[in-house]
């Protein structure tokens, strides 16, 4: 089952826009990770954040943990057309060994 | 190439004939995991392996689906008599020196594309 909740589904933006996306969870987690996904290609890691940090940043990512409200966002700034890839969630719930994932979010930068 | 590779990139099978695919995870790594993806959707756990242990299976893994790692290298999923809805994305996924958790980053191949006709 997937645990991770994104939204939006899909998000189209211009070159330059920052993006936002979101991902609620509902269980205790270990830590939670941003994938990316080129069309019909294998997941690429983005960022990892502990359950103990509250933001992390990598280049022109940046995410932050709120664990009171289960949710976890992503930013990209300045975003370019090369962006454009599906992102996805993952959480490492609490005993388990393996990564859950959300159902993704459908990044457009339209160049 | 030090990356995940998986073998075959694609298959088209016939329902009720069995597929088998294989997964070279990075070398060093001591984790494998295989997910399955559809479209629109992300990737489902399958499977787990720490070393050439079977640690965890998902209940999506029915008894048609067998996954093996001998001597904790490579891996193989085997689905028998597929049905069309078998077809997906089969991902392999490798992690990890060292702990038994997802704990650090995962390194995916690029999948292998089943279709069931």
């Known amino acids: 089952s997937q645990q991770g909740e994104e939204d939006p589904q899909a998000l189209s933006i211009q070159e330059g826009e920052n993006a936002t996306m979101n991902c609620s969870y509902k269980t205790s987690i270990n830590n939670l990770q941003w994938y990316r996904q080129n069309s019909g290609r294998g997941l690429v890691h983005l960022i990892l954040?502990?359950?103990?940090?509250r933001e992390k940043h990598s280049g022109r990512l940046r995410v932050t943990l709120d664990t009171s409200k289960k949710r976890i966002s992503l930013f990209i700034t300045a975003s370019r057309a090369a962006d454009t890839a599906s992102y996805f969630c993952?959480?490492?719930?609490?005993?388990?060994?393996?990564?859950?994932f959300g159902s993704g979010t459908r990044l457009q930068v339209q160049p | 190439d030090t990356g995940v590779s998986q073998d075959p990139r694609h298959k088209i099978t016939k329902r009720g004939q069995n597929v088998t695919f294989r997964c070279d995870p990075i070398s060093e790594h001591n984790r494998l995991y295989w997910y399955r993806q559809t479209l629109g959707q992300g990737p489902e756990f399958l499977t787990y392996?720490?070393?050439?242990?079977?640690?965890?299976k998902s209940r999506l893994l029915s008894d048609r689906f067998s996954a093996e790692r001998p001597k904790g290298s490579f891996s193989t999923l085997e689905i028998q008599r597929t049905e069309q809805g078998d077809s997906a994305m089969y991902l392999c996924?490798?992690?990890?020196?060292?702990?038994?958790?997802?704990?650090?980053?995962?390194?995916f191949g690029q999948g292998t594309r089943l279709t069931v006709v």
């Open positions: 392996f720490q070393n050439e242990a079977q640690l965890e």
């Open positions: 996924a490798s992690s990890g020196t060292g702990g038994n958790t997802m704990n650090t980053e995962a390194f």
């Open positions: 993952a959480t490492l719930d609490t005993g388990r060994r393996a990564l859950t």
């Open positions: 954040i502990r359950s103990n940090e």
